[in-house]
């Protein structure tokens, strides 16, 4: 049995048959919707099962979404939970007195640069330390701070030597009664030590020290020494001085405490 013509109606005979869009068609039915150009099966496009040609087809555009009540219950919900969320990392920030700054690429690259910049200024601080100021560096009140050093050193030798003729204590006083009297050399009589040696030679048996910097004598009752140096026989003259021998240069004399570690 023969179908009928989608769009006539009429008896579709198989030599002027048209099969396309799940219709049957007559030949010169098969046209258009809009501008009834005849179409064939290459040039056709098809909307809704209906025929088009390709300046006529239907554009498919978005389709509106209602702002019904159940869409607005749901946009208003979500403003209310942003604002509760809002409000709960203001009170947890409120006290702390900063700003949270986002991790950016550009703040990553400032602050690796600052910290190669401060590692740098470290090491050259450290070297400068180290190896010590250099004649060119050396600054006026560095200068009046060495010789106000010195000048209070030497203002206590006098007090030191009062000290070993007249404070000396009961210890000393009665090792000096056990030694036996000096013996008659016939005229002859030794040569006395130097008083700096009188002075500052403390009893044997002291500490061990390691030099931890260089240190260059200030004066004639120093001794210099290097980083790395051996210092035995140490004896603490005060807070800021010792007294001991560099093991290396054999050399004895006072040496500041800070430029000194225990071993």
């Known amino acids: 049995m023969n179908p009928n013509c989608a769009r006539c109606g009429k008896i579709v005979y198989p030599t002027e048959k048209v099969n396309c869009l799940d219709k049957f068609w007559h030949k010169s039915c098969f046209h258009c919707e809009t501008c009834k150009m005849t179409l064939n099966m290459k040039n056709y496009k098809g909307y809704e099962k209906k025929p088009y040609c390709n300046a006529h087809y239907p554009k498919q555009s978005f389709t509106m979404v209602a702002d019904t009540p159940e869409n607005l219950r749901l946009k208003q919900q979500s403003e209310l939970q942003s604002q509760i969320r809002y409000k709960e990392e203001f009170e947890?920030?409120?006290?702390k007195?900063?700003?949270?700054?986002a991790?950016?690429?550009e703040l990553q690259r400032i602050k690796k640069?600052?910290?190669?910049?401060s590692n740098i200024k470290y090491h050259e601080e450290f070297e400068r330390s180290r190896m010590g100021p250099s004649p060119s560096e050396g600054s006026e009140p560095e200068r009046r701070s060495s010789l106000e050093s010195g000048g209070y050193r030497r203002a206590e030798q006098p007090h030191q030597q009062h000290?070993?003729?007249h404070g000396q204590p009961a210890a000393n006083v009665y090792q000096q009664q056990q030694q036996p009297p000096p013996s008659q050399s016939y005229g002859y009589?030794?040569?006395a030590a130097p008083a700096s040696s009188q002075r500052n030679a403390p009893p044997g048996g002291g500490k061990r020290f390691r030099a931890v910097y260089d240190y260059n004598a200030a004066d004639e009752d120093e001794v210099?020494?290097?980083d790395g140096d051996t210092i035995i026989n140490v004896q603490q003259i005060d807070d800021g001085w010792m007294?001991?021998?560099v093991e290396r240069t054999g050399d004895t004399g006072m040496l500041p405490a800070n430029y000194v570690e225990a071993i």
Do not use: L, M, R
């Open 92 to 95: 947890k920030n409120k006290g």
């Open 243 to 245: 007294y001991g021998t």
């Open 163 to 165: 000290q070993a003729h």
């Open 189 to 191: 009589k030794e040569p």
């Open 113 to 117: 640069t600052q910290d190669q910049i």
């Open 97 to 101: 007195g900063f700003s949270v700054v």
């Open 103 to 105: 991790d950016t690429p």
């Open 224 to 226: 210099s020494f290097q």
